[in-house]
């Protein structure tokens, strides 16, 4: 056999056994997105945050900094999470579904967010404050 | 003269390592792993031995050049391959260097630093698409020296060996003389992090000298932990998405670029460069640092 075919086919071999043995000692424990620790990593990434109005909304949050009026949209990322400053023109387009928002961004690395809201009467209060980024 | 590929035949000592890292992380405790950010490294990676085929034969066409062009004709001693490493490890520093300030080269660097884990699997997410930014020209010199051709290859090989061990937590520090001269696990975890004080920091292949001559040094501070990944990080595993991201951040850029000027900074300025100055770059992240840190009382004596 070809050396080159026979070291990529035993590469894939070794990727094979090796997130079998991921699995095996680490199963999948999406955690989702956890309010404390995305209050706890804004306040490492960003200078001054403090927490303001917040949501938890099924597997995404919003969080606002009470101390420049900066909102940040939060989604569960396997285990962890990823967050993004949202500023005027980065929502693509916001939909609503009943107690839910669905958010597109302007991001290839974060193209979408569902904010699944306890109630409707939450979702319009968000919904309304999402409209000043919408492109 | 023919020598072996250094990281086809450390393959199996990598399989062997991150499954020992996994166990030491399970039970020790110290690390994390999760599937599927290990399969999004791994596919990575096995996507760069197809892509390095193309870089392979850059060498193969070099070393045709080369014959005919170089400047002198060192050789093959042992003093010559020693001076080839270490001729290498500079290149590599200039060349990982500009990888994190000019946004053309990090669009493939930065698959390696989109995972926000740091162990032994991310030494294996290797960038896909080097070939596409010629990032290799910056060992071109050494082509012309004089070094054969075939030894570049192979102690570049080696360097990459040698940084797949320090891509690890299951390692605190190295002895001192150590941590002095070599890049190490401490060293590298801060190069990965996107914490302020670290960013851009730590360039270096295998002799961390460079980054101290140089002036990029940055020493792990215990009271603030390394927090990995990219300032923007990915909310995906998919191995295309992770390839393509920051191409594509560039092509929408590119497209709404009004000047020449502009089109200029979008490709060769500084990651998150932007005409207004609205987006994060290492410059304006440590600026909003500092400015807060400014505005904040001292401390009472």
Known sequence: ?135 | MHLVNPTQLATPAFIFLVVAEMLFVRFAGRGRYEVRDTAASLMLGFLSVLSGLAVGAFYLAMDKFNSAHALADFGWTWPVFLAAFVADDIAYYFWHRASHRVRWLWADHVQHHSSQHFNLSTALRQPVTGVLTFGFLFRVPLFFLGFPVPMLAFVHGINLVYQFWIHTEAIGKCPAWFEAAFNTPSHHRVHHATNARYLDSNYAGVFILWDRLFGTFVAEDASDPPRYGIVHNLATFNPLRIVLHEWVGIGRDLARARTAGEARGYLLGPPGWSPDASRDTTETIRARWADFRGAQPAPAE
């Open chain 1, 1 to 135: 056999m070809n050396p080159l075919a026979l070291y990529l086919l035993v590469s894939l071999a070794g990727i094979a056994v090796l997130v079998g043995v991921n699995a095996l000692l680490f199963g999948r424990r999406g955690r989702g997105l956890d309010m404390a620790a995305l209050e706890a990593r804004l306040g490492l990434d960003e200078p001054g945050f403090r927490a303001g109005n917040k949501v938890l909304a099924g597997a995404a949050a919003l969080i606002e900094n009470a101390a420049d009026g900066a909102l940040y949209v939060a989604r569960a990322n396997g285990e962890g999470f990823v967050v993004r400053k949202l500023g005027r023109g980065t929502l693509k387009r916001l939909a609503r579904d009943g107690a839910a928002l669905d958010l597109r961004l302007a991001d290839f690395a974060f193209p979408r967010a569902r904010l699944a809201f306890a109630g409707d009467a939450e979702a319009s209060a968000w919904e309304a404050r999402l409209k000043d980024f919408a492109g």
